[in-house]
């Protein structure tokens, strides 16, 4: 049997999104915090995940960006510390999740 | 020492050390606790999963271990080259059903590792001690672990699998590939307990051990490493040992996890057991918050399902079965398919949350199927396809 083609499919499912973390200068106890990340192939949108590191949280946060959007910011309080992760989405198929990156507030 | 000399003693010791769990335990047969964890690695079916290392259950769903099992002394991660193609599992206390592993957290400075479990067991974890290293100094504990009373239950296992030759132990012959001879007991079945006391001692005292390897290789000096003194002069650990928890115990008798064994008895990549051999001990109290990151991560990813790793588990001409693992995250599954040589015609069936699916193809056709989980806020990714083909394929 041949096996030299793959699904078609396959290609329309967007990759993994990579995004990178800078942090700007803390004014007044607040820390800005931008995430950038390089258009995913086939993908519609981003969904970026959240949650805090305390030991006893269960919560996973949310945030939906277009196909066009490329950063987010964010002002980090003192003692805020988030784990985060993105994934690139389309019609058929979502990427994969990133690797997770940590914010932390001075 | 001269080269010729220096490999005449390590492969005399090969030959004279012959393995066992921590030599001279002070207690055997007690209670397994429920927390006691064996690690097994596999390559595929489930049938050739072998142990290769402890560990302690911490949390519902999580185990931690040493990252020393990792330098893989017996050959048994070797064995699968294709580091994404292993799967781990947890055996529990007694002989228990083994837990599938559905991922694998190493700590940032590569010390310890987190197996997440597929799923809450109903075991009572074991309390983690938050003291650190040097408050530890001074402190007895024991080391936890089980043996094997039976016989080795096989007559050819040698895990230096690329040597030729033959050896002798305890009037049981072992074939291997290999001259080195080194016997030890994971593939055997282990029920009996071992308990070895010991005092956790300030390295820069008095006690402090005088194997100039332990210095040597003293991977971790920032906080996170334990020195032992056994309570039996004669007792030291061996390197089937790693990941064996140490604990200390409270005075309601209840048991607080201070340490694991980390790796031991390795030189120049031979696995040795001897006291004056190479020991790392580790104060599991170092990594709270590496725990406290992971369960973090592991709450993103249970958002949505994980890529799935889709099997054809059996072929009878055209008759194929199609089994997956269930990831908590999806609801439903969905098989996307196309004509190996017309692939302009995608197909997709939903297979709603069954795990394994029957296929019935004509001697004529074949197919590339994938699957992909999803929930009502997203999906997986696709898995990598399988190809299906008729009789005639």
Known sequence: MSRDVSLGLGSLCPGMVLPRVQYGDAIDGRRPVTLSWLPADSAMGYTLYFTSVPENSEFVGERKFSGDATEFSAQLLAGDRYLVAMRAVSSYCDGPLSTTIELVAP | MKPFAFLLLVFSLCWLQQAAAIVKPVEVNSQVPGWLARIYVSRGGDEDASMFCYGALIDKRWVLSSAGCFTDPYRLLRASRNSSGRQYSVRLGEENDRVRVVRRYQSPDAGMILYELASDVDNSPVVVSKKKADELEGEPVVIIGMDSSEPLG??????????????????????????????????????????????????????????????????????????????NPDSYACIEDMGMPIVSVQQDGSVALVGMVNATGMAVGLPLCSASMAHWYTAVSHYRDFFVRAKAESRLRAVCPAQPRLQVVHEDNGNKQLHWEQDEAAESYRLYFAPVNGRTDIRQYEAGNVTLLSVELQADESYEVVLQGYNSNCTSPLSFPVFLGGADQ
């Open chain 2, 154 to 231: 096989h007559s050819f296992y040698n895990p230096a699998g690329e040597r030729s030759g033959s050896c002798e132990v305890n009037n049981e012959r072992f074939y291997g590939a290999g001259v080195l001879c080194y016997i030890f007991t994971y593939p055997v079945r282990h029920n009996r307990l071992v308990k070895t006391e010991a005092r956790i001692i300030d390295p820069s005292g008095p006690q402090r051990p005088d194997s100039a390897l332990d210095d040597a290789v003293n991977i971790r000096t920032d906080g996170s490493r334990i020195y032992l003194r056994y309570a």
